[in-house]
């Protein structure tokens, strides 16, 4: 069945049941098969009622061509009946969307499978309308789709909200790295040069007359000194506000390979600085995971990457360890930072793993 063969009459979705039996009852006398079809055609009104209630419903052929839209759609869309049948939905595309995914739908539905998804379309004033979308194909006896029913329902003000906390966790994140970065400062330029002060004066008294008590005292405020380092490092890097992203990210898995005996393979050809929010998603990021293979992978080995495709920098970073299935995922609060540090700056983040098969996390950070 195609368009040519088996074209859908216009009225299908528009006219009413009644009318349809009454062109029916023209010609097929009283029998229990016309009992039989004014029910069925009766509940399929009950269904359209309903689904026109609820829904915004639009019905294109297998180019895209609408040829049937209900009420809620040219309400939302500000267009009337008359000036979107017949065309297609770049009339409503938005620009909003990049090629990749609107090629993800029409692979989807081609392939006869169903769509769903959250689209941003623009009405006729050039305002814009979120719909979450499921894309329904109708396939012919050739396994091909010859239409496509697509029921909305508006999420406008679900999107505003989710983008209004968005924006509210990106402020809370730098608010965060703002405090880290003055209390690693504080406690290197503070504390670390008070000790430090402290080891001169000892060094002094011990060169006049030398005390094993200073000695052990000295030892102990060169321990304090180092866990004081540590603690700095570990709040914000400052190779990081310096030197940017790479050298951060070589430094830190030094430390690491150092501290849990996991050999990590770090591979990198970015030879730029980034912003500076997008250089801390990345470390913090890389730092979340790297943690997570030492706490969960069970391996000796792990790998970073870090590739500068030019408009985009991707970030890799996976193990062979154990994994997890998707069962027992959970919604770790680690997890959740890394995502909404991605989405903070632009960026995706996404996880695979498998028991037995490692993890991978891949995140796409804009340039």
């Not at 509210?168 to 790295?177: L, S």
């Not at 504080?186 to 000695?215: K, T």
């Amino acid at each position: 069945m195609n368009e040519s063969s088996n074209p859908l009459p216009q009225h299908a979705f528009g006219e009413s049941a009644d009318k349809l039996l009454n062109d029916l009852e023209a010609y097929i006398p009283e029998s229990p098969f016309l009992h039989e079809l004014r029910n069925s055609l009766h509940q399929l009104s009950n269904l359209k009622l309903a689904l026109d209630t609820s829904s915004i419903v639009a019905l294109t052929d297998h180019r895209g061509i609408i040829q049937y839209v209900n009420d809620k759609f040219c309400e939302i869309s500000q267009y009337s009946r008359e000036e979107l049948i017949g065309r297609d939905h770049r009339l409503i595309n938005s620009g909003y969307h990049t090629s990749a995914f609107m090629k993800n739908l029409w692979t989807t539905i081609r392939s006869g499978q169903v769509w769903q998804g959250e689209i941003r379309n623009r009405a006729k004033d050039n305002s814009y309308y979120w719909v979450n979308t499921t894309i329904v194909p109708f396939m012919d006896e050739e396994g091909k789709p010859y239409q496509h029913l697509a029921i909305r329902n508006e999420v406008t003000k679900l999107k505003k909200v989710e983008a209004e906390l968005q924006t509210m966790m990106t402020q809370v994140m730098q608010i965060q790295e703002e405090e880290r970065k003055r209390f690693s400062r504080e406690l290197h330029d503070g504390i670390g040069q008070s000790l430090f002060s402290l080891i001169i004066q000892l060094d002094s008294q011990l060169a006049e007359q030398p005390s094993p008590v200073l000695e052990n005292l000295r030892s102990q405020v060169t321990d304090i000194i180092k866990d004081v380092r540590g603690l700095a490092w570990e709040l914000r890097p400052s190779v990081l506000d310096d030197l940017g992203v790479v050298p951060a990210i070589r430094t830190y898995i030094e430390n690491f390979c150092s501290h849990y005996g996991i050999e990590v393979h770090f591979q990198c050809n970015l030879r730029k600085r980034l912003d500076i929010r997008k250089e801390i998603a990345i470390y913090r990021i890389v730092q979340e995971a790297l943690t997570n293979v030492a706490k969960y992978a069970d391996v000796a080995e792990a790998h970073v990457d870090v590739e500068d495709q030019g408009e985009i920098i991707q970030v890799s970073i996976w193990d062979e360890g154990i994994g997890f299935s998707e069962e027992s995922q959970g919604e770790g609060v680690g997890l959740f930072s890394m995502e909404e540090r991605a989405r903070g700056v632009g960026g995706y983040m996404s996880m695979t793993s498998a028991p037995e098969q490692g993890t991978s996390i891949q995140l796409t950070i804009p340039v």
